[in-house]
């Protein structure tokens, strides 16, 4: 469906009970070399902890066609996606499916190889860092050498010819790395990135020492005069203000489609992790979500948690849609 169409049935039709998603995220595979202390699915497991079975690339393309029907947006994440064994074949045949937005986040260090595979249907890369400390990153990925040559790479895919990729740089701000994240922005702003930041979630909730922690706080006062002032921040500034005071909102989870490793369906998100349904089998969307609200019960009312940027993001825009005018209103600024 149309985005825009999209986002208006969701804003004029909130109780409607079809499923009509904005954004799809598709877990490629939750295999991941790296072992940061922050990495949690929405149980508080870390991704590589969970079973990846792997499903062969003409598999995932079929996957993927599937979603085509539903979705213009696909968000390609993990676990880390490139330790998908057939992940240049899935990225190649992935231009032809012709999205309007691929999103393909990773954590960097395989990068280089992949590049020609991602340059001609990835529309934005999302490489996540949380400090220019490349000692104190290496002990958190558990991996000698890996930040810079993270960092290394991103030069590389920055560098890429006949790239169409826009390059965002995402963080997650734990108790332990506030002051780091100014490097990162400066970093990233330096160079012209998008930069994105979330908060650690601990299973679905923010980490404790992150509520009403002053360098938290102060860090997204940061991003928003930042943001006002003409920077790439990712987010409304409506959005940062609910992350810096991570408040609740009403999480309208039913914007996104999330698909696991082997085209599982998680009802009615990926946090709350019922499955509902495998696309592969039954490509009626509305008929798996039938299902999973026979089995599971309708949306929720999820209290304060999630603070994910797709989960807070599309409440918010739905929420209050002058903060998209307003958005646009800083970006034709920026620009003009
Ligand atoms: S790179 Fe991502 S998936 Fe891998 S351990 Fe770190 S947070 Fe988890
Ligand atoms: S807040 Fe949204 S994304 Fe989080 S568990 Fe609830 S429904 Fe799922």
Known sequence: MNPALGYLTHLLRPGSTRWRPILAVHYLTYACEF???YCSDGTGKPYHQLRSPVLPADRVLDLFARIRRHCEYLVITGGEPLQHPEFNEILARTAALRFRGVILTTNGRHLERALPAVAGSVTELVVSLQTMDSAKADLEYGRAGAHR???DNIECAANHSGRKYD??????ATPENLADLREVYQYASERGFRLAVCPQLVGVKAHSALDNNPAYRELFDFLITRKKAGDRIQGTVDY?????DLKKFDCRPFTMLVVGPMGEVFYPCLE???PAGNLLDEPDL???RRDGCERYGPQPDCGTQCHSACALGFSRILANPLSLIHEGYLMARATG
Do not use: A, K, T
Request: a positive charge; aromatic letters at 4%; charged letters at 15%.
């Open 167 to 172: 390059i965002v740089i995402s963080s997650v």
């Open 286 to 288: 509305n008929r798996i």
């Open 240 to 244: 940062l203000e609910y992350m810096r």
């Open 272 to 274: 709350l992790g019922h």
């Open 149 to 151: 040559q993270i960092l």
């Open 35 to 37: 072992r940061c202390p």
